[in-house]
């Protein structure tokens, strides 16, 4: 049985290889091809879309180059928190950890949504809500029983995603017009750029997951650097073979208000009553799944690594003595999950959940820096190249896309602000005298 950093009570299992991070990571993300990016186009038009996609896919090239750095360095299930922490203290852990809850706790709700949305889109008599609900008690059962089992079930699901996702790209390809891509455009706008960001960052949301799982890989030196950079590949040949064939192969207006995309594209194509259209709706919830469980996965090890380390109530870091799993962080996890179900929509969760992200995402890449200046000794396996342009280009992006969510979703934005003004009061008046203890001694 493996052993906690701390060394007592059980720990998490080394037990994952490069190409179940490869699943994991693609999991992970996957379902933000299948649904939500969609939404980009009521406010952009396909060709603002596309520019806000391209700026984005480099902003995470440029960052996972950069963040492999640290997950290679600190494999530690905190992630973010943990380089955070040794860079800058326990203010800054918090920031980075409060960050990456709302990013992964945000995340599988949506994702939830989306599940609801294809098995109504089957049967009718299905209610969206409920489907989504249950989706969480089945997901969370599943991840009781042990990381491997995880892993292994989500190199299934996340294969035949992908499998799904080529096939559905060969089927509409002979359909595609570029006039129809660029039909029904308005008048080029930045603005219009800008206020698409968050639903391109959907394409990609969530592959910084992997951090989260780097103490259970095996060999994460090696292994975690092939993951991240087999993951981020294949994500952008299928972010953007989806994104602009489903645009040229009709009307792309009526696609952009549901959580349905591809389905609805097969049906343009090959008519709704097709068995090809009946048959992806089906198989698209291989890809909602996958990505529901990854992001199940992620959040749980991320509230267990805050716990351990004394950010939050200390019985969320207990881990199952049978199957060596966070049990209370994905029962916790998964019930600030059902809150988010019944309080937004699928927009506004995407949004909470780029907030997040981003938040995240700049405090990583000044960990970077600031561990270069503090631990020049710190062993790198993985060291981001052309430093420091890459790491600086990724962190000029990151303010870019924050700030363009911040001035778009101004409401949502103070919500965010808001909460973690109150959760710093908080771990500044009664939590940051359990930092000092000695599971969180070694972050720092």
């Known amino acids: ?36 990016w969609n939404k980009g186009w009521a406010v952009a038009g396909t060709t603002g879309f596309l520019l806000a996609t391209l700026l984005v896919t480099v902003f995470y090239i440029a960052f996972i180059f950069s963040y492999t750095e640290l997950t290679t360095s600190i494999p530690h299930a905190g992630g973010p928190f943990a380089y955070a922490s040794r860079a800058f203290g326990p203010t800054g852990g918090f920031i980075a950890g409060f960050a990456t809850l709302v990013d992964f706790l945000m995340a599988p709700p949506a994702i939830a949504a989306a599940l609801g949305a294809y098995a109504h889109f089957l049967n009718p008599d299905w209610p969206v809500l409920w489907v989504a609900v249950g989706s969480y008690v089945v997901f969370i059962g599943i991840n009781l029983l042990g990381i491997k089992e ?105 696609l952009t208000e549901i959580d349905h995309p591809l389905p609805e594209t097969l049906g343009m194509v090959l008519g709704k009553n097709s068995v090809w259209s009946k048959a992806f709706a089906s198989l698209g919830l291989f890809g909602l799944i996958a990505s529901f469980h990854c992001n199940t996965i992620g959040y749980s090890r991320q509230v267990y690594a805050l716990a351990r380390s004394g950010y939050l109530p200390e019985f969320l870091a207990e881990v199952n003595t049978r199957f060596q799993t966070p049990h209370w962080a994905l029962i916790v996890g998964g019930l600030v999950g059902f809150v988010a179900l019944f309080s937004g929509t699928t927009d506004e969760i995407i949004i909470f959940s780029a907030l997040g992200a981003l938040v995240m995402y700049i405090v990583s890449l000044l960990s970077l820096f600031a561990l270069r200046r503090k631990e020049p000794s710190l062993d790198r396996p993985f060291r981001a190249p052309l430093y420091p342009f890459v790491p600086l280009l990724a962190l000029f992006l990151s303010f870019v896309c924050l700030l363009a969510i911040v001035y778009y979703n101004p409401l949502l934005s103070l919500l965010f602000t808001g909460l973690l003004a109150l959760s710093l009061f908080f771990f500044w008046k009664i939590g940051i005298r359990f930092i000092d203890s000695p599971s969180a001694s070694r972050l720092n």
Do not use: C
Request: overall charge negative; glycine content about 8%; cysteine-free.
């Open 1 to 36: 049985m493996a052993e906690p950093p701390d060394g007592t009570g059980p720990g998490l299992r080394k037990v994952i290889n490069t190409a179940q991070l490869w699943s994991i990571a693609v999991g992970m993300v996957i379902s933000g091809v299948y649904f939500g």
């Open 150 to 254: 995880s892993a292994n079930f989500s190199m299934v699901v996340t294969l035949l995603s992908v499998a799904e996702l080529l096939v559905f790209m060969a089927l509409i390809v002979p359909a595609y017009k570029t006039e129809n891509f660029l039909a029904h455009n308005e008048p080029f706008r930045a603005s219009g750029i800008f206020a698409a960001i968050p639903f391109a960052i959907w394409f990609y949301l969530a592959i910084e997951g992997v951090a989260m799982v780097a103490e259970e890989v095996k060999d994460p030196a090696r292994t975690i650097p092939r993951g991240y950079l087999l993951s981020i590949a294949t994500l952008v040949l299928l972010t953007l073979g989806i994104m602009v064939l489903s645009a040229g192969v009709g009307d792309w207006r009526q």
